[in-house]
Every structure is written in structure tokens, then in C-alpha cells.
């Protein structure tokens, strides 16, 4: 008699992240176009570099309440979904659709859009053509534009190479982007130390003032400001999206996210004091690709090359790093029947799901036709939106699940820290839409045509 057929055993991810690549996803999840793309921009809004200075440094204690908080969350869940796996268990499935929903078209695609643009406006010290502003196709004006010109084209050509690296194994990708990390960590000391020690610049830029681009009064501006910075600190949450391929979870998700963290906030705020030790405020308004022209006016044109090279490259890891986690969320979804059944599909040879990083590469490619600052405040309201909720949600498991396990640092003045950071995550998203009515409803459509389709087509397989 036969032997009945025996069914071969699906392909599962592997856990084979240790604590130093998973601080190198953070890190490189951080640092990218926000850093090296948006004080030109808050120059104009701010007009002084102190409230600059002051902005990244809030920026840096909201972030860093906020991966305390994922700490906790993530040694409690070891798997991977980051928001989604929180939220599902807190709020009920339709909560945790909505934040994967989000996170495919504002928590990954658009930042990935957003830093192979920053790339190329980059490489526009070299090849002018490549600046965002050359599009040589425009529809539409303002918010409502989209461009197409060889800088998208280019900014479309990164994403397109780091799609299909991924799908060949998270461990390769994990090698590449430790060094990336390293040459992004080096550059940006580079140009703090040597700007400081060698550069010319002046002390003076700090207290003269530029005139104000923007109409709000300063106080709301600061607030509003805040978006941009979050948008710079966002991927402080990064190691939690692959936790399910990290070794020893409970001991590496609380280490990376801490540690990553605090590296990232303080080479953003050396970054921020060297380039407005080297520019003054008036030059550097609305400016994108603000590294060159700090480092141009620091070390002359012929070391600029150099530095602007570098920093390109450096974008780079962050496209690396978000086209790396994101898939992962979608994957956690899928597996759970709250998604595409195809993105739930792993690799039998490489042990990557192929179908979620397909379908984000493209989505990613489709957004470069979107202006930059626009993709910026869509993308901080929206992600702002989810990790309040996914830190809120402290409070539920804290009061309803038996055995949780509490981290010492939240312990420390509880509940101090998620209670600040769901405030003043609540107040930025409020002057957000009232300064930036189309972005901000854009994102809030988002969520709400997420719910119709949980609603339409999801809710019934859950």
C-alpha cells in the first residue's frame, strides 16, 4: 500500500538578526532624508537656528520616549508587524488592518520615496539635471502636482535595485547594510568634527535670524515644525517589524531600539549645529540638499564632492533599511488573513516574502512622482496617528494581560513617558491639520479607506 503523500514543511523566516545589525536597521532606518533634506526647509518656517536646534532636541526626547515604550511592546511580542501585532491584540483586528494598511503607502512607500528622492537631489551637485525642481513633466500644481524627470527616474532606479536585492535573503541584505550603517555613522561625524575643527564657519549664524517664509505664528510653527523632525526620528520603531527574525528578542529589541536611538539623536544634533555653524539661516532657506551646501561653504567646492558623494550614499542605507522592514509588516498581516494572501508567501530557497517586497518596490516607485514636501507632512501625520495609538495601548495590556513582562525604564515615573508622548503627539497632529489641511486629510483618507475595505472585504476571513 502507498504511503500517503507527506506535506512539505512551509517556509518560515529565520531568526538570524543580532543586537549589532539590528541597532545598524535602526540607525539606518533614522538617519536619511529627514536629517540631510528638511532644516532648509525649517529655516524659512523658523527663521533662527536656536528654535532649529531646540526643534531636533525635542524631536529626540519624543522619539526616544517613544522606543521605550516599543520596548516593552516588543518584548511582550517577539513577532514580526511592529503596529500591526500591537494594535490587532489592543484594539481588535480592524485597528490592526488600518496601521498595516497605513503603513504600505505612508510608513514605508512614501519614506522610501522620500529618501531615493533626497538621493538624487544629492547627486545634483554633480549632475544638476537630477534636481527635483528639473522635472520636465509637471501635472497639476502645489499639492496636487505630479512631476517626472530624470531625478525621479533615478530616485525610481534605487528602489527598484534594493526591491530585488531583498528578495534574495535578509541575511546578504543584513551585510550590505552594515556597512552602509557604518559609512552613514562615519560620514556624518566626519563632516560634525572635521566642520568644527577646520571649517569655516561662524558662531554668528546662531543669533541672526531670517525672515519667516511661513504666515503661523511661531508658537503653532514649532508645533507644526515637529512633523518634519518626527519624520527625521521615524525608524526609531524599526527592529520591532523584523522581531521575528532577531535572536533573543526579549533581550535585543529593548538594547537596538535604546541604542539606535540615542546614537541617531545625537548625531542629528552635531549635524544640525555644523551646518548652521557653516550657513547662514537666510542662504539656507527652502535648500533640500542642505549637507553640500553646508559642507561647500565649510571645506570649499572640491571637498563638498566628496561630502555630498558620501551623503548620498548614506540615503542609500535608509532605502536599504525601509524597503528591508517593510514587507515584514505585511507579512505578519497576511499570515493573520488580514491581508493579500500572496504576501504571506515566503520564499522556499531565500526566506524572504517576494510578494510583499514586489508590491511595496512598486508602490514605493509610483510615489517618487510626488513632491518631497508634501510626501513629508503625509507622511508625519500619519505615522504620528499609529504610534500613539500602539503606545496607548501600554495601558490596555498593562491593566488585562497577566504576565506581562514590565520594562524597568517606563517602570521609573510611570506613567510619565507614554503619557508625554501621546500628548504631544496628539498636539502635533492637531496644528498639522489646521496648517496643512490637504496633506493632513490625504493621510486621514488613508486610514478611512482602510477601514472600508476591512469593512467590504477583510473583517469576514478574520
Not at 514580526?80 to 494598511?101: K, Q
Not at 504600505?104 to 539635471?129: R, V
Not at 537630477?130 to 525621479?152: C, D, F, K, Y
Not at 561662524?202 to 508658537?219: D, G, K, M
Request: hydrophobic share 50%; with cysteine; aromatic share 12%.
Amino acid at each position: 500500500m502507498p504511503s500517503p503523500k507527506t506535506q512539505a514543511p512551509r517556509a518560515e523566516l529565520l531568526r538570524q538578526l543580532g543586537f549589532f545589525s539590528s541597532t545598524a536597521l535602526v540607525i539606518s532606518n533614522m538617519v536619511g532624508a529627514g536629517i540631510f533634506a528638511t532644516t532648509g526647509i525649517m529655516a524659512g518656517d523658523l527663521g533662527s537656528g536656536r528654535l532649529i536646534v531646540a526643534c531636533w532636541s525635542v524631536g529626540a526626547l519624543f522619539a526616544l520616549a517613544g522606543a521605550l515604550s516599543y520596548s516593552e511592546l516588543g518584548i511582550n511580542f517577539p513577532s514580526s508587524g511592529g503596529e500591526y501585532i500591537y494594535l490587532t491584540n489592543a484594539y481588535g483586528p480592524e485597528w490592526g488592518f488600518m496601521t498595516g494598511w497605513v503603513s504600505f503607502f505612508a510608513g514605508f512607500s512614501a519614506p522610501i520615496a522620500a529618501a531615493a528622492l533626497a538621493f538624487s537631489d544629492y547627486l545634483g551637485h554633480f549632475f544638476p539635471a537630477l534636481r527635483a525642481e528639473h522635472a520636465s513633466v509637471v501635472i497639476g500644481s502645489g499639492t496636487w502636482s505630479l512631476r517626472l524627470g530624470p531625478g525621479q527616474l533615478v530616485a525610481s532606479s534605487l528602489i527598484a535595485a534594493f526591491t530585488i536585492l531583498n528578495c534574495f535573503g535578509v541575511g546578504r541584505v543584513a551585510k550590505v547594510q552594515n556597512v552602509l550603517t557604518a559609512t552613514k555613522v562615519l560620514v556624518i561625524a566626519g563632516l560634525v568634527i572635521f566642520g568644527f575643527a577646520v571649517g569655516t564657519g561662524s558662531w554668528r549664524h546662531f543669533s541672526e535670524p531670517a525672515v519667516r517664509t511661513s504666515t503661523i505664528s511661531l508658537p503653532s510653527q514649532f508645533i507644526v515644525s515637529l512633523l518634519w523632525v518626527m519624520f527625521g526620528y521615524s525608524g526609531w520603531n524599526a527592529a520591532t517589524y523584523v522581531a521575528e527574525e532577531v535572536r533573543r528578542p526579549e533581550r535585543t529589541l529593548p538594547a537596538a531600539l535604546a541604542t539606535g536611538t540615542a546614537i541617531v539623536a545625537a548625531l542629528y544634533l552635531g549635524l544640525n549645529l555644523v551646518v548652521i555653524y557653516a550657513t547662514p539661516l537666510e542662504s539656507m532657506k527652502g535648500e533640500i540638499a542642505i549637507g553640500s551646501l553646508a559642507a561647500s561653504n565649510l571645506f570649499g567646492p572640491n571637498v563638498a564632492g566628496m561630502f555630498s558623494a558620501l551623503m548620498a550614499l548614506s540615503i542609500v542605507a535608509t532605502v536599504s533599511a525601509e524597503v528591508t522592514i517593510g514587507p515584514r509588516v505585511y507579512y505578519a498581516m497576511a499570515k493573520n488573513r488580514a491581508f493579500f494572501s500572496a504576501a504571506a508567501t515566503v520564499h522556499p530557497r531565500w526566506h524572504t516574502p517576494v510578494v510583499a517586497v514586489l508590491s511595496q518596490g512598486l508602490c514605493a516607485m509610483l510615489m517618487t512622482l510626488t513632491p518631497f514636501p508634501d510626501l513629508v507632512i503625509y507622511i508625519g501625520m500619519s505615522l504620528t496617528l499609529f504610534t500613539v495609538l500602539s503606545v496607548g495601548s501600554l495601558f490596555v495590556f498593562r491593566r488585562s494581560r497577566p504576565g506581562w513582562q514590565r520594562l524597568r525604564a517606563l517602570d521609573f515615573a510611570w506613567p510619565l513617558i507614554p503619557v508625554l508622548y501621546i500628548l504631544v503627539g496628539t498636539v502635533m497632529m492637531l496644528y498639522g491639520i489646521g496648517t496643512h489641511p490637504i496633506a493632513s486629510v490625504t493621510a486621514m483618507a488613508t486610514v478611512g479607506v482602510g477601514a472600508l475595505i476591512y469593512h467590504a472585504g477583510i473583517r469576514g476571513r478574520n
